[in-house]
């Protein structure tokens, strides 16, 4: 069972940064990609960033290239989303997911398992 832990979250000022960071366990070794969508309120669930499993290859939502930064940690079970610049737009809940299957990184529908999601809020 692949099991996904979002932390890091938080409430920040426009102009600021956080950085989620997501914790994976279980058999995610093969997995395709590990990606980070976002959730506002009233809004359906949209794609922010993703990294395949080599870290080498990165894909980001245009709304958020140049403020925000994908990474993976040398173990390959951790992905960071380093947030900087952050908007009232970029308010939203965080969740990482795992695509275990050569999906389309950027759509939803193509992820496996999905972590609880942390909570963003950008005020102005």
């Known amino acids: 069972q692949v099991q996904l832990v979002e932390s890091g979250g938080g409430l920040v000022q426009a102009g600021g940064s956080l950085r989620l960071s997501c914790a994976a366990s279980?058999?995610?070794?093969?997995?395709?990609?590990m990606g980070w969508f976002r959730q506002a309120p009233g809004k359906e669930r949209e794609f922010v960033a993703a990294i395949n499993w080599s870290g080498r290859n990165t894909y980001y939502a245009d709304s958020v290239k140049g403020r925000f930064t994908i990474s993976r940690d040398g173990a390959k079970n951790t992905v960071l989303l380093q947030m900087n610049s952050l908007k009232p737009e970029d308010t939203a809940i965080y969740y990482c997911?795992?695509?275990?299957?050569?999906?389309?990184?950027?759509?939803?529908?193509?992820?496996?398992?999905w972590g609880q999601g942390t909570q963003v809020t950008v005020s102005s």
């Open positions: 279980g058999p995610i070794f093969s997995s395709y990609a």
């Open positions: 997911a795992v695509d275990l299957t050569l999906a389309v990184v950027t759509e939803a529908a193509g992820y496996d398992y």
